[in-house]
């Protein structure tokens, strides 16, 4: 998968998808994309989990893809209706290259607490041959009570988490660098005072400062997060020299110490490929 090769190596002048990305601006939707890694039927497959915020309603979209790209991919959606009655609890079978998968869903009581994506009282969970291969929100007991089934005996993988938001100077955000992690507040503020300049935060504290923007419009820099080294890497190219509507890329990529890199548990889960990829819409 192209997602995939884009994120696991990072540089390549930090280059963004552009098809998504003119996407994302036509329809002006705050996005929010996780990428997981996991084994169905002994093959690898990526599933691509996207929540989408309008005016009107969230969207929650699924799709499966094979990671060997001569196979097809499917893909299921959810439109959270502002009217009362629609489907917030229910089922769906779906085929992805002669195998069968289930997807249960309970969205009855879903708590957005104004993020894009749902953040707790939910369960949105996909079956494959009497197994859960992926378990998504706070309600993981729950979906196992309701499907009969028992998690896989191979954990899915996070291996990016992309958002695009929407602003005119300042953008904040929530989220975790590990799935059964904490959340964490990044704050991203652009400004022009005698020069232009760039501020993020995380959970109220500066961890990057970044002047003259002009002549620095891509780096990076390694911070500690949490006793965590995390690489952050920028490119507010469009920012300083674009017009209209424009974005500019952060990636966050949590580095694995020296003991962690060693463990064999650390290797399994994938810390070493898990990025954060922010993209940050300037509006006039």
């Known amino acids: 998968m192209k997602l995939i090769e884009e994120i696991t190596g990072i540089p390549a002048c930090f280059s963004s998808d552009n098809d998504e990305s003119s996407a994302v601006a036509r329809s002006g939707q705050s996005v929010v994309t996780s990428v997981y890694r996991t084994k169905i039927k002994d093959q690898w497959q990526f599933i691509t989990v ?8 969230h969207v929650l979209s699924i799709s499966i893809a ?10 299921f959606k959810i439109e959270f209706k502002p009217w009362r009655f629609w489907k917030k609890q229910g089922s769906k079978v779906f085929h992805l290259n002669g195998k069968s998968l289930c997807v249960f ?10 993020a894009i994506e749902a953040e707790s009282e939910y369960y949105v ?5 009497g197994e859960i291969v992926l378990n998504l ?5 729950e979906a ?3 499907t009969g089934c028992w998690p896989a005996s191979t954990e899915p993988v996070l291996i990016t988490r992309k958002e695009h938001l929407f602003g005119r100077t300042n953008l904040v955000t929530r989220f975790k660098f590990q799935d059964n992690g904490s959340f964490h507040e990044i704050f991203i503020d652009c400004r022009n005072r005698d020069t232009p300049e760039m501020e993020i935060q995380i959970n109220g504290s500066k961890v990057i400062l970044v002047k003259d923007l002009q002549w620095k419009f891509r780096g990076n820099q390694t911070i500690v997060l949490n006793k965590s080294r995390i690489e952050v890497y ?11 509507l424009r974005h500019g890329l952060s990636i966050f990529k949590p580095t694995l110490s020296l003991a962690a890199a060693s463990s064999a548990i650390a290797a399994a889960y994938g810390a070493q ?4 990829l922010l993209y940050a819409w300037k509006m006039e």
């Open 137 to 141: 929100g706070n309600m993981k007991k």
């Open 105 to 114: 869903w309970d969205l009855r009581e879903v708590k957005f607490s104004n």
């Open 273 to 276: 490929e898990f990025s954060v």
């Open 66 to 75: 094979p990671e060997a790209e001569t196979e097809s991919e499917c893909s």
């Open 50 to 57: 996207t929540w989408c915020r309008d005016i009107l309603l």
């Open 234 to 244: 920028w490119d507010v190219h469009d920012w300083i020299f674009g017009h209209g």
């Open 125 to 129: 969970a996909i079956i494959y041959n």
């Open 144 to 146: 196992i009570r309701k």
